[in-house]
């Protein structure tokens, strides 16, 4: 038994999505802003209940919110007409309100899941339960929020009032439904279940299936005793400081969570047992001595306290006496230490130590306490919760969720941990690899190395979609990476290449605002340059994937996929047309072809050099998909005009990021010094007098095998010139274009936070 999948509708931006998990790992990932944390507190909102999920009207979708306030406006109507009738009915709000489908793929276990089974013809099928967050009872909700409506006002039409205060003075509560709610919300809201069809899913594919207008609420949780759900929060409070003000601020410290390990699981006193016996006589032996030690000495202070006339008469007798538990040792700053030395000699207080590691500590010892809570480990298979009266059996699932667990860790750490948290969560005799009883591990991150230690097929990548209508707000869509590329059978060609190229280089692709992929390693060193020219590039987060050209198309599945804005920074690299198929220096009217994959297999799909040169900037840009708003744009080396004698300009087209580099500062390299390549294009463009010697010096020089372009850069970032080096034009072009991108996208966050207020 285990959960499918997820459906999450109407919460905050996710309008209507649906998350796989994995059968054992399972991570949220996507850039700022798109939908993480929402999915994240949909989950610990409908499945857990603490006091962080308590809900709020800004859970609802933003886009609903008129809807709520059109009906609290139909509400004031003395009569309705049929299709207003509909618009205030369970099944309309139904429709607007948050909801969370779970969807279980279980075993003919009737006896379990006697409460969820839809039909009896139900046989080894999904079982799907319903939370929504809908109206207790509609005829209250209406009645009272009209009260409180028109008592306002009332004192707004009040003459007195209106002419002592101005309009904007008197800001009462409520001027809508939607403000009544905003304060009300858990008074007339709750989670209610409801059991959906498996036999439905297939016909209704991209929406969720709607309740029919006979389906009836559970009186109880139908997922209680399946689901057992723990969740790590991403606040996590350490104290650590010694300039803390609140001495007893201990949330979260390593100590106080042995405490409530040791209440669950080992205390003596809770439900004593015969193997208890002894640690309890202990404590009352060191009671009674306790006591009798108090007694003599506050002897004195009693007596000299009766001659100022207390107790007197009527006053009770003051009396000394302990009550000590075990717990007790544990409950104070020195209760846990950290060894220096190996014999103990040498011991600092848990402050002392690091956040990180007080944060990795803290974190593996919640997850053991959870594995023995569900497994009833110790005390906790003796005694229920109130909650759990009368439920016996280990619930089959156990689902955890952990919030940015990267917080103070280290990269390798991070990584340590991913790996093993879930070896963790299953080391127990009955557990293992035992798939009676199933974990499920969901965790949100940031952290582009706790993906790169993880699984490709576990990550789910958060996206944001432009809505249709201008009035609604980007929602955000899930994207499964098992789904990214074309299934035939086994793993394609296409999809090893990129998880691998991912694993040895970086992840951040999948939290960065857009991406850009460039050539080769000069390419990379030198673009930091480059885009600190632009302000909205060098504020945002910016991917940077070196990969040859020949391989950037590879790439291409994962990024319409993802729908980031994009930005391929490839060479024209001329190649001649015939058989042999040799490099060549650029030229019009000469059949050459090039040999970018990029150029000739994604954009924009053509390998003639005479296209590629005369094709316009606007024609190098490509919607990603047609879901989105997002585009990927291609650059490349284009025609650029120098003065090789006086006046005189002529045009020169270059191959590669090296030449075009060399053109556009033809100036700077007659007197830039320096070794290796810089020295080579200096005297080149120093002694070449014509386009064709030109040209063909500076092929020749970058034809050279031994030539190091890495180098090349490195000696320009240590080189006098550095701050006047210009990039070139293609790279400037590009870069202006994604710069247009970002900022068009941050307007539209900016639009949607407006909306939101």
Known sequence: ??????????????????????????????????????AMNALVKFLTKTKTSMFTINDFTVSNWNTIIDIGKILLKEELKEDEKKKITLSAWQKIIPS??????????????????????????????????EPIDLNKLYKDFLKALRAAETIRADKDNSEKYSSEEINLWPVNLLDFLERKLDKYFAVTYYTLDPDLIDKVKDIPQELSDMALPKKHNPLKGIIKVNLIPAQRDFLNSDFDSNANNKKGKLSEQLQEYYKEHLDPEKIPTKNDKEAILAIRKAEKTFDDKLVAG?????????????PGVANPQITISTKLSLIDGLDHKSAVKYSLTNDGTLELPEKYNGLGYQNLISMVFKLMSFRDSWMKVGKASDEADDEDEGIEQIEPIHLVLIEEPEAHLHAQVQQVFIKQAYKVLRNHSELGDSDEYVTQLVISTHSSYIVHAAEFMDLRYFKRIRPKDSKDIPISVIVNMSDVFEKKGEINSTERFVVRYLKTTHCDLFFADAVILIEGAAERILMPKFIEKFEVLNSCYISLLEINGSHAHRLRPLIEKLGITCLIITDLDAISSNEVRKSVIPQRRKGQISNSSTLKNWIPGNEDIDF???????????????????????????PIKISLLGKRKVEMLSNTFEDALVYKNFDLFKTMKGTGLIKRFNSAVITCNSKTRLSKKIFEILKD????????????????????IKMPDYIEKGLGWLEEQ??????????????CE
Do not use: H
């Open 612 to 638: 590629l040169l005369n094709l316009e900037e606007t024609d190098k840009a490509v919607l990603l998909n047609k879901d989105g708003d997002s585009f990927v744009r291609v650059a490349y080396q284009t």
């Open 705 to 724: 095998k031994n030539i190091r372009k890495a180098e090349f850069a490195l000696d320009l970032l240590f080189s006098d010139e550095y701050d006047n």
């Open 742 to 755: 970002l900022k068009r996208k941050r307007e539209q966050l900016l639009q949607e936070e407006t909306i």
């Open 298 to 310: 506050f002897e004195n202070a009693i007596k000299e306290l009766e001659t100022l006339g207390y």
């Open 100 to 133: 969370l489908d779970v969807w279980i793929e279980a075993r003919n276990d009737i006896n379990l899941l006697r409460t969820v089974i839809p039909t009896l013809e139900w046989e080894n099928k999904l079982i799907g339960v319903r939370m929504n967050l």
């Open 1 to 38: 038994m285990k959960i499918k999948y997820m459906e999450i509708q109407n919460f905050r931006r996710l309008k209507n999505c649906k998350i796989e998990l994995g059968d054992k790992n399972t991570l949220f990932v996507g850039a700022n802003n798109s939908g993480k944390t929402s």
